[in-house]
Structure formats: C-alpha cells, structure tokens
C-alpha cells in the first residue's frame, strides 16, 4: 500500500500560479503511475495530469495542457504539479492518486491509492 499526502493548496487571485506536492510513502516502488485528480463541489472527479514514476510519460487534461506541468523527484518520492495561469473554474479539491500497473488512464477507479485532497481556490 502507498501513503500520499498533498500539499500546497490555497487561495489565489486568477492569473496566478500555485505548485501542490505529493509525498509518497510506504510501498513507493509498486507506484507504477501518479496523477492528479479534481473534484468541484457537485461535480465529478475529473483527470488533470498523470506521470509514470520514470517520467518517460506525461498525460493531461485539455483544460489544463500549456498551463499545469506534472514533475516527479523519485529521490524524495515526490510528484508535484505546477499550475499556472489558474482560472476560477480551476477551483476544486486536489487529489493526488497513485496507480500499481502500466499505462496512464484518466479514469479514477483505475487508480489504487489516494491522498486526502488539498483545496485549491481561485478568485476573479
């Protein structure tokens, strides 16, 4: 089982930038895949980024390509994920997710362990 924790959520102003961290813990070496996840309140989780734990590959959502960049630092278990250019629309939950076998899906139950969320809050 791996332990991750985010971090680094917050509020900002729009037009601003934001880096969420997630720390890996535990079985760290069956995290074939992370990714990030957001949830709106009455909205459905929805796919933002993934990156295999070599980083030879990266995915993510239309909504957020040429503004978030996800990054891995495998000697601090670390995967990070900097947002820039933030949206009102980009307010939601964080969720970091971290995934035992190969590929990158941006469907959530394909995922098998989950950090807690960190608030990510953006004004006009």
């Known amino acids: 089982q791996v332990q991750l924790v985010e971090s680094g959520g917050g509020l900002v102003q729009a037009g601003g930038s934001l880096r969420l961290s997630c720390a890996a813990s535990?079985?760290?070496?069956?995290?074939?895949?992370m990714g990030w996840f957001r949830q709106a309140p009455g909205k459905e989780r929805e796919f933002v980024a993934a990156i295999t734990w070599s980083g030879s590959r990266t995915d993510y959502a239309d909504s957020v390509k040429g503004r978030f960049t996800i990054a891995r630092d495998n000697a601090k278990n670390t995967v990070y994920l900097q947002m820039n250019s933030l949206k009102p629309e980009d307010t939601a939950v964080y969720y970091c997710?971290?995934?035992?076998?190969?590929?990158?899906?941006?469907?959530?139950?394909?995922?098998?362990?989950w950090g807690q969320g960190t608030q990510v809050t953006v004004s006009s």
């Open positions: 535990g079985r760290t070496f069956s995290a074939v895949a």
């Open positions: 997710a971290a995934r035992r076998t190969t590929g990158l899906p941006v469907t959530p139950p394909l995922y098998d362990s």
